[in-house]
C-alpha cells in the first residue's frame, strides 16, 4: 500500500514588506507639518521691495513633502490653506481668509502644495542610505519642484493680481532665488536627519520593495511546489 500522506507545509516566511501606517498617525503628522508651516508663515518676514515678501514658508513646505512624501505632503499643505482660508491667521503677516488667495500671493499659495507632492513623490524614490547622496539629492528635488510650481505660477499670480507685466512678475521673482537655495539647503539636511531618525517615516523605494519581496514570494510559493510535487507522485504510485 503506498502511503499518500501529505508533507506538512513549512510555515510561512515572513516577509519584509514595510508595516502600514496607521490612519491616526498620518493625521497627526499631517496636522503636525501644517502647524510648522504656519509659524515659519508667521515668523518676521524680509522685505524685497516687491509685491511679496521672503519668509520661511517654503522651507516648510518642501520639508513636508521630503519628509512626509508625496501624498502626507500635499495634505499638509492643503491642510494649512484651508485653516487659513476659513479665517485663521496662519498666512504670511497674519493673512487669513479669502483675500490672500485674490492677491499678489496667489500664484505662490496656490502652488505650495504641488510643489511639495512633486518633491515627496521624487523623495521617495531617491535612496536614502547615504547622507552625502541624500543631502543633495533631495535638495535638488526641493529646487526643481520649487522652479516647476512656485517660480512659475508665483509670478503669474502676481501678474494676474499684482499689476505688473509678465516679465515683470518674473524678474521680480529672481529675487527669491538666492532665499530658495538657502532655504532648500536647509530642507535636505533636516529631512535627511529626519529620515535616519524615522527610516520608516517614508516607504521604500520600489526596486528595494521589489528586492524584498522577491526571496519572500519564492519562500511562499515553496511549499506549494513541493505539495504539488509530492500529489502527482501520490498519483503516480497508485
Known amino acids: 500500500m503506498t502511503d499518500t500522506t501529505q508533507p506538512e507545509t513549512a510555515a510561512p516566511v515572513a516577509s519584509a514588506r514595510p508595516r502600514r501606517r496607521s490612519t491616526a498617525s498620518d493625521l497627526a503628522l499631517i496636522a503636525t507639518f501644517a502647524a510648522l508651516i504656519a509659524v515659519c508663515a508667521l515668523l518676521p518676514a524680509i522685505s524685497v521691495g ?18 512626509l512624501g508625496a501624498t502626507r505632503g500635499f495634505l499638509a499643505v492643503l491642510l494649512y490653506l484651508a ?45 536614502r542610505t547615504k547622507i552625502a547622496t541624500s543631502i543633495p539629492l533631495i535638495f535638488v528635488a526641493g529646487f526643481a519642484s520649487s522652479l516647476v510650481f512656485i517660480h512659475t505660477l508665483g509670478p503669474l499670480g502676481m501678474a494676474l493680481f499684482g499689476g505688473l507685466t509678465i516679465p515683470q512678475a518674473f524678474a521680480a521673482d529672481l529675487a527669491f532665488y538666492p532665499g530658495d537655495i538657502i532655504k532648500n ?13 524615522f527610516p520608516a517615516l517614508l516607504p521604500a523605494r520600489r526596486s528595494s520593495r521589489a528586492a524584498q519581496a522577491s526571496p ?23
Request: proline share 7%; hydrophobic share 60%.
Open 83 to 127: 485653516v487659513g482660508a476659513i479665517g485663521l491667521p496662519v498666512f504670511s503677516g497674519g493673512g487669513a481668509g479669502i483675500a490672500p488667495f485674490m492677491g499678489p500671493s496667489a500664484g505662490y499659495l496656490i502652488a505650495f502644495p504641488l510643489a511639495a507632492a512633486l518633491c515627496g513623490f521624487i523623495v521617495e524614490r531617491l535612496p
Open 185 to 197: 539647503i536647509l530642507m535636505a539636511l533636516v529631512a535627511t536627519a529626519v529620515h535616519r531618525a
Open 50 to 67: 516687491g509685491l511679496v515678501p521672503i519668509t520661511l514658508q517654503t522651507f516648510a513646505v518642501m520639508l513636508a513633502g521630503a519628509a
Open 216 to 238: 519572500a514570494a519564492q519562500a511562499d510559493a515553496a511549499p506549494a511546489a513541493a505539495a504539488q510535487s509530492s500529489s502527482a507522485s501520490s498519483t503516480s504510485a497508485q
